[in-house]
Structure formats: structure tokens, C-alpha cells
């Protein structure tokens, strides 16, 4: 399995999860003026939500093995142009 | 007491440090020792998102709001979640091509097009210009009211009644103008990193998170006990209660587009472009970033729900702007300290987008607005003229000047409208109009640049209608009727509620109106025009940055030779920074390349693309078509392409072609092979035959003659006899002889034939004359009835052989006839436009299964080893032959027992 796919893969499942946590319907559950430990239940919700979500992106982007297909582009400017076929024939 | 130079002394100390860590990073940038280069500067420099508008303003939005804010800061972590894709790709991109900029960005991938990086430039200028009037409002407001320490209140006088020269906001101006002209525009190439300013802008985001979290623990753990404690308090009163729903801060509606438009702002505001993308070092740190940039958000945060809440309820009467609680509750507490950092903090946030945004829209003012014009204008020849590093920093260094200028002007002419406050998410919504032909440039081919132009100057003119002139008009500007009537009165086109859209606030308004213009006019135009060559190899170059192929082919062609490439570029980037970058290109091609050899396509492109990073890809483009003649060249290299293409094509055809016809010919041959073994069987079969039938009249004279021979007295009718024998199968001997040259000759078709129109009853009556031998011998009774009407057709053939075939079925019909009674019946008759011939007898008949065979050579039906043959066997045969070349047929009808009908028909001629 490429793995440069599954990081990318898992990210995007991940921002499924936050628009759906973050968003109506789901919101509307918490949209009370009920308070849990003195903290409105929406801040207290939405909060936690986000922390949470920052924590899964930490362990996704740390945890998923680094990609093997494409090495990150450096600042060198020449890594784009000097390898390229001349005339492309 | 806090004294007005204590402050002044801080904040000129705060801006040194800035100096100095600038001035350091550069330093060590210079010594190839660069600070920047990790993941944490790098995410903290994108963190330039948190304005002042943030430190104060978000707690001013949660104070009437509630959660309302937080929407401007989940998009972002919506936006990073996604930005290994998203962000990924357009750093690479901009690596790949030497983006300077959005607009930049932008033009390169619709074709280079200087007039599209232009609207982007105006676009991005008015949307973004007062967002810096708001920050140097932020800065002289704060100050104003640190002055007044201890007093909290309102600010006593707004800047329009304070002179110029006693304007904090002036000086902020002139510093940061002096700092973003010293770190901003150090470097020609402008897709190089101002690496002390990013440095600097880290640091700013580190002292105002610091300062947000020191007020944020004052007010939480200081004043009250905790944050369960505020919010039990808050609860108490109704007014504030209503805040802790989604329905008393906006509703949904308004939730989801601030999401949708923060997602967009994070990368396409121009500053966020210019540290997210221009200044990333290294892709990889993007990793980190992903999560480190959401955290910093959620961190800033956390307690501006407390401190707004805090700030009501130590303020119940509202005598205090809840956009100032951050500096007025340390200040209404007596915290001199605090109040002072949270000042800092508050300069800090204010001066890096200050500093950031300037620098992003001067490199863009200078590539793609005013050095495309000044290229362009003939008049100024300034494509001839020598060095033009230097025209071009002045630009840039002007350009910034003018721009904070502008922002102070705009700062002094509105003060404390409107239109100030609201800006932040005007600004935003300009940004947004980016995102169409941004997302969709990086990810389909054919959107066009009359599309991504069409779309643009919609959504700018929507935006313009519904956000920037309605907030003009709040400030009374202009008449507030043109807000509440519409302009002219019509109902229609009220900009709040523009044709009848109404139960919107004005962000959700505009968002909706903006992109749906925007993207719709964008993808209608891109569908109904055409690309040009250039945007199309660009289109490839953005949507398969990541394939390795696609940097390999370039399209723009054009005879230059390398020494012009180069002094063209000396003249831009200056002569020191030419030989170096040609230097380390020369090494990765592993040769030199001399000054007068020709420049191939890659020479050509890194030219442009070193150009491109000094003057941004639209002017790169302008400078390199004055050197690089027949700029059509391209298009006859594409044609001839194109046509070595199709000549492969066509050859493969024909290879197919080829092979299929090969496939055809082995077929034939191996039919005609299997022909030739089927004729040599037959051959052999019939050469037994004929030296069978030749054989058995050979024998039988031989053996009379040797009687005779033998027998010198046998009696004289004895000899008679066997003389008449001999003589008759010496006749058969002929007549064989005669039939197989005949029927050899007309299969391998060496006769010539007399074909002409002929009368047939004179031919039938011929061969009935020549046959009429056997009718009158006396010792066989055969009787013949002839039938020949009146109306026969003529028809073409050749007489003799006609005559030949009629005897042939005749003498068979004689033969076979019954022994005792016989009867031959010849008919003649027109029968549907030929002539038709029966012969009939009445003799044994032939079995059904034997039809076909009569008609072979040699097969005469009975027992060939008793009776003894009456015919050649080559009498039908001969028949089928002669009847098949006069274009007619021949057929048997008979039933074992009752006679045989032979006949043939031919076609009237």
C-alpha cells in the first residue's frame, strides 16, 4: 500500500469527521442552554470537539509512516529544472 | 502610574527587538545557517493569521456574539486537516514556477496573463488596504487608552481630533514602513524568503499568544474562580445566558458560511499566501504545521469566551467597548504590568500583518501591476535599458510607503465608522473570490483565463456592491437610503438584500451572491472558449505538478542564444545573482554552456523562471518574448508534434494494415495448398482411370489380333469378325483419345471459342440428323419423337459444340433406352427467356444419389466389372463444361426404374 495514499486518505477522512462534528445537525444536540460543570454545554462541546480533532490530526500526521513515492520538494530551485530531458524528446 | 514614555519606551524596545531578530535572521540566512528552516518558525509565521482584529476583536465578537467568532478559526483547522493535499500541491507549484504571489499564482496558471494578475493585484489591494487602516487603528486606539491609565472608559478622543504629529497610528506607520522596506525588499527575487522578516513574524506570534493567555489566566483565575465560575455568573443574567446558543450568536446559517469563508481566508488572504506558500522552506515542515497551526488557534482562544464574559460583567452598564476588554479589564484592575503586555501583544499582532501584508502586496503591486504596464509601454523602452534590479526594488520599497499611507489616510478620513469594524470579515470575503480559480485551476484543465477573468471581476463587483459601499454608507458617506431603499429607490437591487435575498446577515449575503457569480460566470466562460497553447501547457504543469513527466515538456520554444538568456536576466536580478544561479545550472547539466550556442527549451524556461522570481511570471513571460524571436515558434514545434504523432499513428496503421493483409495471403496460400494437394490426389486419380479405360479396348485388339495372328486357318468369317471387332475398339480408342484432349483443353481454357448469335432449331435439327443412325438400325426398335417449337429464342453460343452436346445426351438416351420398346423424346421450347432442352428416355433410370455423379468423369452408373462400358465416361463431363462457358446449366431429373430426363438450360441472347 502506498503510504504517501494513506496518510492522504486518512486526512480526508478526518476532515469528513471535523465538518460533520462541527456543523449542523450534530451541533444541534449541544445547542442548549444546559451547562455541564458551569460551562454551557456548546462551548464546552465545541471545545473539546476541537481539541480533540487537533489531537487525531497530530497523531495522523506523526504516526502515519512517511511517504516513499515522492520526496518533499526543497528550496532548491534547480531540483525542478536541471533534471529534465532536453527538448523532451 | 503608567506614564505615556514609559509605554512609548516599550513599545520602541518591543519594535527593536523586532529590528534585531530581522536583522539576525537575515544575517544568518546570508551564512547559509538559516533559522527559519523548521517546522515550528514555520507554522508560527502562518499564525500571522491572528490580527489585532483577533486580540481585541474576537472578545468584542464573543461579547455580542457568543461562539459567533469561533467559526474565523475552525475553517482554518478545516483547511489544514485538508492541507496536505491542498497546501502541498500549491507549494510545490509555486517551488515549480517561482510564484511571487496570488496574483502571481494565479496569471501563471491561466497563460501568464498580465491583465488577469493586474485584476488580482486591484482586487487584492482594496480588499486588503483598509484591513491595515484597521491595524493601525488598533495600535493608536490601544495606546490612547493606555494613557488614560487608570481611567477606563471609552477613549476620550477619537484620531481625528489629535494632530498628526501627536498620532500614534503615524508613527506605527512610518516604523513599520521602515521595517518592511529594510527586511521586505532586501532580495530582488521575490520568490525567495525575506527570511529575518518571517523570523520576526514568528516572534510576534509567540509574545501575542502570551500576552492573550497571561490576560485570559488574569481575568479567569484572578478575578473570578475559574472558568465555571464566570459562566455561572453570566447565567444569572438572561441577557448573557442568550449568548450560550447557537440562535442568540448568529444562527446556523451565518456559523457556515464564517466556516466556508475563514476555510478560504487561511490560504488566500495575500498574507496568508505569502508565509504559507512563498515562504515555506522545505514541504516537509508542512507536516508539522498541519497541526501545530489548528493548536496555536485553539490556544488563543480558550479564553476569549472567559474574558468577554468577564468583561460584561465587570462592565454591566456598557460604558466600555467590549472590542478593549483585553487592555481595559488589567487596566480596571490596576495591573500595570499586564495591562502593558497585553498592549505588546496587541502591537504585535497588529504590526506582524502590517508588516506581512504590506510586503505581500508590494511584490504584487511591482510584478503584476506596474512592471507589466511599464514593460508594455513602448514609450519608456525599458525593455532596452540595462539594469532594472534596482527600478524595480524602488518600486517595491514606493509601493509599500504608498500603501501604509493610504492605510493611515483611510485611518484618519473614517475614524471610528463602520467601516473600520467591519472590515475584518470584508476582507475576508475578498480573499474568498480567489478561491474559484484557484481550486479549480489546481485541479481541472479547463478552466480558461477569460473564465477565471470573467469570474474574478464578477465576484470583485458583487463584493464591491454588497459589502464595501453598503459599510461606506454606514459610515455616512453616502445616503443611508441607498441602504434601505436600494439605489434609486429600486427594492431590487438593495445591496443587503440584493434581487429580493432576503433573512441573510450581509457576510452570508455577499458570500452567496459573490461566488456564485464568481464561479458560475467561471465555469460558463471556461466552457464556451478556448485555450491557448500557453494555458494549456500550464493547465498541465499546475493539476500534474506531481508527475515527474510533466516539468519535462516544454512548450515555449524560440531561437535565442544562451548569452542573451543571460544578460537578460543580469539585467533583472543583477549580474552577481545571474552568474550564480547559470553557475549551479551549468553543474546539474554536467557541461558549460557557451554564450553563443542556442538555448534549448529548458534554458529558456529556467531563464524565465529565474525572471519570474524576480518580476513575477506575467512580466517574466513580456521579457522573455523580446528576446526569444518567432514567439509562433512554439505553435509550429506543437504542429510538428502533433504531426510526428499522427505519422506514428499512420504507421502503425499501415503496420496493421500490413500484417492483416499478410493474415489474408497465408489464408489463400494455405487454401490454394490444400487446392493443389486436393488436384494432384485428383490428378493421379484420373490418370489411373484414363489408363484404365485406355487399357481395357488396347487389350481387347490386342488379343483379336493375336488370335488372328496365331490362327493362320481359322475360318474366313471368324476373321471378319474379329477385324470388326478390332476396327470398332480401335474407333473407341479414338473417340477416348478425342474426349480427354477435349475436356483437358477446355479446363485449362485453351480453346478458343466462336461465340455468336445463332439460331438454335437449326443446330437442334443438325445433331438430330447426326444421330439419326441408331433409329434406323433393324435390329434395335428405338423410336425418337422430336418436340421443337416455333418460338425459340436465339441464343449465343458456338454451333459445333452445341451440336456436340445435344449428340452426347442423344447417344446416352440411345444407349440407355429400353431394350425392347425404346423411345428417345427431344424437346424444345422457350421456357422465361431461355431456350430450354430436354432429352428423355425410357431405359433403367438412375437412382437419386447417383445425379450428381453422372456428371463425373468416368462414374457411369452400374457395375463397371460386369456390364461392360457403353461411353467414354467422358460424354457428360464434356457437356457440363460446354453448357457452364455458354453461361447456362445442366441437370439431371430421374427415378431408378422409370427413365431419365436429361436437360439444359441456356440465356436468350
Known sequence: ?89 | MLQGWIIIAVACLYLCILFAIAYWGDKRADQNRSIISNPYIYALSIAVYCTSWTFYGSVGRAASNGVGFLPIYLGPTLTFILGWFLLRKMIRISKVNRITSIADFIASRYGKSATLSGLVTIIAVVGIMPYISLQLKAVSTSFTMLLQYPYVGSAASSSQSVSIYADTAFYVSVLLGMFAILFGTRHIDASEHHEGMVAAVAFESVVKLLAFLAVGLFVTFGMYDGIGDIFEKAQTSEKLASLFTVEGSGGYTSWVSLTLLSMAAIVFLPRQFQVTIVECVNEAHLKKAIWLVPLYLFLINIFVLPIAFGGLLRFPDGTVNADTFVLTLPMAERQEALALFAFIGGLSAATAMIIVATVALSTMVSNDLVMPFLLRTRRLRLSKRGDLSGLILTIRRCTIAFLLLLGYVYVRLIGDSYALVSIGLVSFAAAAQFAPPILAGMYWKRGTRAGAFAGLTAGFVVWAYTLLIPSFARSGWIPASFLEDGPFAIEMLKPYSLFGLQGLDPISHALFWTLFFNAGLFLLVSLWTSRSVIERSQAIQFVEVFRESSNGHRVWRGSAAVGEIRQLVARFVGEARMQDAFGRYELSLGRKLADNSGADANIVAFGERQLAGAIGAASARIMIASVVREELHDIDEMMEMLDEASQVIEYSRRLEQKSRELQVATDNLKAANSRLKELDRLKDGFISTVSHELRTPLTSIRSFAEIICDNPDISREERNEFCTIIVKESERLTRLIDDILDIAKMEAGQIDWELRVIEPRAVIEQALIATSGPFHQEDRKIRLETEIAADLPMIQAEGDRLTQVIVNLISNAVKFCDKEDGVVRVTAERSANSLLVRVADNGVGIAPEDHSKVFQRFQQVGNMLTNKPKGTGLGLPICVEIIKYFGGEIGVESEAGAGALFWFRLPAA
Open chain 1, 1 to 89: 500500500m502506498n503510504t504517501s495514499h494513506l496518510l492522504g486518505e486518512r486526512l480526508v477522512a478526518l476532515f469528513l469527521l471535523a465538518v460533520l462534528l462541527l456543523n449542523p445537525p450534530l451541533l444541534l444536540i449541544f445547542d442548549s442552554s444546559n451547562s455541564v460543570a458551569q460551562v454551557p454545554t456548546l462551548y464546552l462541546y465545541l471545545f473539546v470537539v476541537w481539541a480533540l480533532l487537533i489531537s487525531l490530526l497530530a497523531i495522523v500526521t506523526e504516526f502515519t509512516p512517511p511517504a516513499t513515492d515522492d520526496e518533499p520538494l526543497t528550496d532548491d530551485p534547480l531540483q525542478s529544472s536541471g533534471s529534465s530531458d532536453p527538448d523532451g524528446a
